[in-house]
């Protein structure tokens, strides 16, 4: 089994006071974008778009199935939200984009990423290897339960969402509560 590289650089607006942390991107093959949660059958953007348009297909194109990368990114430097994932290296024990057949081969060093970051004051974890990582990171014994949040350390929060993949038996609409919770708390809506 050949390791696989992290392709993307960290995504980190210099206003960030939120990081995304997921856990690996999946293989290329996935992607409809160059750009974090790359596989059109991931939620993700969906649920962006929902928690803060009320349109789950806010940064969708529908017609083209794939996301709208540059309104994206844009959101993203405007609210000031960060993205990378918990993992730099990893060895798949199966070719597919399941956490459960990912092998962390180098974790990633996130207080070296929050440093790039100085207003971050909150990560959001958006699945259970992600939040697995973050624990292990700052020595965190008990992972939080989901929806729930965390001090790290210093007033740094972790909040521990529900994966945005389809595979997750939750429905979307829970999801996005979920995450519109956090937006809300950070972004003091």
Aim: aromatic letters at 14%; hydrophobic letters at 40%.
């Amino acid at each position: 089994m050949t390791l696989e590289h992290h392709p993307l650089e960290p995504f980190l607006p210099k206003n960030a006071q939120l990081l995304f942390l997921g856990s690996f991107p999946p293989p290329k093959q996935r992607w409809c974008m160059d750009f974090y949660y790359p596989n059109f059958q991931n939620d993700h953007w969906r649920i962006e778009g929902a928690a803060w348009f009320n349109d789950r297909n806010y940064f969708v194109d529908v017609e083209k199935k794939c996301f709208l990368k540059e309104k994206i990114v844009d959101f993203l430097h405007q609210k000031g939200i960060a993205l990378y994932d918990t993992a730099q290296t990893v060895r798949r024990l199966k070719d597919n984009a399941s956490d459960a057949f990912l092998e962390i081969v180098e974790p990633t060093d996130i207080k070296a990423l929050l440093q790039r970051i100085p207003q971050c004051h909150a990560i959001a974890t958006t699945g259970e290897k992600a939040t697995g990582e973050v624990c292990r990171y700052f020595g965190i014994n008990t992972v939080p339960p989901l929806g729930s949040k965390t001090d790290l350390e210093n007033g740094l929060f972790l909040h521990r969402l529900p994966s945005s993949s389809r595979a997750y038996p939750l429905a979307f609409e829970k999801k996005v509560a979920a995450y519109r919770a956090v937006f809300q708390e950070v972004y003091s809506l």
